[in-house]
Structures are given as structure tokens and as C-alpha cells.
């Protein structure tokens, strides 16, 4: 069962519009939330996260916001360039004693077209 | 850039074969991860290390070992590879610190079981 979703598997937008990408989640224990992008060929780097403390978290053109009582999270990026597109994953951290691994989404496909 | 280096970035093994992938890592972080990453499955956890010596399953560990003999170095091997673990494979490093939650990855490793 997943414990993180990312639902949309692929996302279009203009340039210069906004991009907002989705993600949610089951488990209540996490307490961190973190954003990856990945491009072909690369491994994932890390974007921005969020503590399970905060709403809303933002770095530039990217935005998080958390929606504890949801259970959701989701990534803004405004205004949208074509070197954005890429991989984003979601990922989830729970603090479970000296555990941190990361639980994944499969990720969503976003395209800025020009 | 975290310092994290993977070895080889592509190989071509045949079935039945054992095939040991390295992972060096300069930043002296306590927490290493190796990952495989396919489509349809996002990114899926093998194993882990949490100090050296110390190590523990992932979701996909069946068929993969892993030794970590020190600090820098963490090494996933393949006893006897199988056509199903033709993957992409990443590792990744993290400090572990609940203030700072994130994971590096390398590049990865493009792995051809034929």
C-alpha cells in the first residue's frame, strides 16, 4: 500500500504560468516533506521541504504547502521555464527513532512547453 | 554538489554472474541508501546503512547484499544477477539529523543484465 501518491503522472503547462503539482499521503507520523526533481540520466536532487510544523514553505520560485488535516501537499512554481521540466518526486520522512528513510511517490512528468 | 561518486556508471553482466556496485562518498554523512529506480515503480529502497557496519533492509532487498566497511564507502552487490534486476541504481547519502532530513544522490548506475 502507498503511503505517498503522487496521482497525476504527468503535468503540461505554458511558460510563464504556474505549475502545481500534487502529492498526498496516509501516514499522520510523518514529519517532514520533501520535494526532488530528476532529469534523465541524473540522479534526483533535492528541491525543498517542508516540516509537518509549518503550511507552507517557500524558496524562490517554488512553494510548498502542507494541508495536514488533508493530508496533502503540494509543490507551486511560478512562473514556469522550460528548464523545469523533469521528474518531481514527493517524498515523506518519519522520525521513528533513528530511522530516516525517505517513502516515495512514483513521481509526476512535468512539461513547460515554450 | 554532495560529494558522492557511483562506480561504474554503466555495466553489462550476464545472467548468474555476481556484480558489485560502489558508492563512495566524501561528505562523512552517517546515513547511506541504495536505491533502484524503474519505470512504473518510482524510486524503491534496497538497503541501507545507518554507521559502519550497520546496515538493514530496504522494500526490494531479496537477491542484493550490501557491506559498508567504512564511513565513505558503501558497496551493493548482486550475488547472482538475474535479468529482473536490469534497473537504474542510485545511492544516496543523508546526515540523518531530524533538522535536516534531505538525501543526495549520485548519478547512478545503469545495470544490463542480459
Known amino acids: 500500500d502507498q503511503q505517498v501518491k503522487q496521482n497525476s503522472p504527468s503535468l503540461s503547462v505554458q511558460e510563464g504560468r504556474i505549475s502545481i503539482l500534487n502529492c498526498d499521503y496516509t501516514n499522520s507520523m510523518f514529519d517532514y516533506f520533501l520535494w526532488y526533481k530528476k532529469y534523465p540520466a541524473e540522479g534526483p536532487t533535492f528541491l525543498i521541504s517542508?516540516?509537518?510544523i509549518k503550511d507552507k514553505n517557500e524558496d524562490g520560485r517554488f512553494t510548498v504547502f502542507l494541508n495536514k488535516s488533508a493530508k496533502h501537499l503540494s509543490l507551486h512554481i511560478v512562473p514556469s521555464q522550460p528548464g523545469d521540466s523533469a521528474v518531481y518526486f514527493c517524498a515523506a520522512s518519519g522520525a521513528a527513532g533513528n530511522n530516516r528513510k525517505l517513502i516515495w511517490g512514483l513521481g509526476t512528468s512535468l512539461a513547460v512547453n515554450p | 554538489d554532495a560529494g558522492i561518486t557511483q562506480s561504474p556508471r554503466h555495466k553489462v553482466t550476464e545472467t548468474g554472474t555476481p556484480v558489485t556496485l560502489r558508492c563512495h562518498q566524501t561528505?562523512?554523512?552517517?546515513?547511506m541508501y541504495w536505491y533502484r529506480q524503474d519505470p512504473g515503480h518510482g524510486l524503491r529502497l534496497i538497503h541501507y546503512?545507518?554507521?559502519?557496519?550497520?546496515?538493514d533492509k530496504g522494500e526490494v532487498s531479496d537477491g542484493y547484499s550490501v557491506s559498508r566497511s567504512k564511513t565513505e564507502d558503501f558497496l551493493l552487490t548482486l550475488e547472482s544477477a538475474t535479468s529482473s534486476q536490469t534497473s537504474v541504481y542510485f545511492c544516496?547519502?543523508?546526515?540523518?539529523?531530524?533538522?535536516?532530513?534531505?538525501?543526495?544522490f549520485g548519478q547512478g548506475t545503469r545495470l544490463t543484465v542480459v
Open positions: 544516496a547519502i543523508s546526515e540523518g539529523s531530524p533538522r535536516i532530513p534531505e538525501a543526495f
Open positions: 546503512s545507518y554507521g559502519v557496519k550497520d546496515t
Open positions: 561528505e562523512n554523512h552517517r546515513y
Open positions: 517542508i516540516s509537518s
